[in-house]
């Protein structure tokens, strides 16, 4: 559906770009700090793994550093310092999923967030009773998706303890590197009451 999607030089996607132009400008998140990735795509590893002073992959499935329950993560609280969600929020429990990010955050941690999002809608479409995998492919766009986001999804992240920022390109460089012209990262800053 997207020819150009993929670099045919170092197959990342659109995704990937966005991610990379963000930490070519923004390395101190990264640099020297505990990072937990969330089913990790290898072309964003070799991006944050150089950088971080421990880098550690997790997923449900094994095969990863870690066999890990987004919805229930089995660690201690405020143990990463960053934490890379990349295309499963739009998969899971996301409350549940945001709340525990939260919650192994170290103070001022950061939430690297990014989900497919349908800005025109004001809320997010989801509908529980939709469990046939076919039906979720024609309403959310996957078999194995349970929403599709509206611009509420910053509601939800802020619901989970977090402030967020947003990082998006700007047309020329939407164009010169290939993105999703819109496309966001959402940086959701863990903040402790009081801080």
């Known amino acids: 559906m997207r020819p150009e999607a993929m670099c045919p030089h170092c197959g990342s996607l659109e995704r990937h770009r966005l991610l990379k132009l963000w930490l070519d400008q923004n390395q101190a998140y990264v640099v020297g700090k505990r ?14 793994r150089p950088l971080a002073k421990k880098y550690i992959t997790a997923d449900i499935c094994p095969g990863q550093d870690l066999i890990l329950n ?26 549940a999923a945001l709340k525990e990010m939260h919650r192994i955050l170290a ?16 809320d997010t479409y989801e509908n529980p009773a939709i469990i046939d995998p076919n039906e979720r492919e024609i309403h959310f766009g996957q078999k194995d998706h349970v929403r599709y986001y ?25 164009v010169k590197l290939g993105l999703l012209r819109g496309e966001k990262l959402f940086v959701a800053h863990r903040r402790d009451a009081g801080a």
């Open 35 to 48: 990072v937990l990735h969330f089913a990790p795509e290898p072309t964003i590893t070799n991006l944050v």
């Open 70 to 95: 987004i919805e229930r993560i089995e660690l201690p609280d405020r143990c990463y310092d960053l934490v890379l969600c990349s295309h499963v929020l739009e998969h899971v429990d996301d409350s």
């Open 107 to 122: 103070e001022n941690g950061v939430a690297l967030l990014m989900t497919p999002i349908i800005e025109g809608w004001p």
């Open 150 to 174: 509206g611009a509420n999804i910053r509601d939800r992240i802020r619901r989970a303890g977090f402030e967020t920022e947003e990082f998006t390109s700007d047309g020329l460089t939407s």
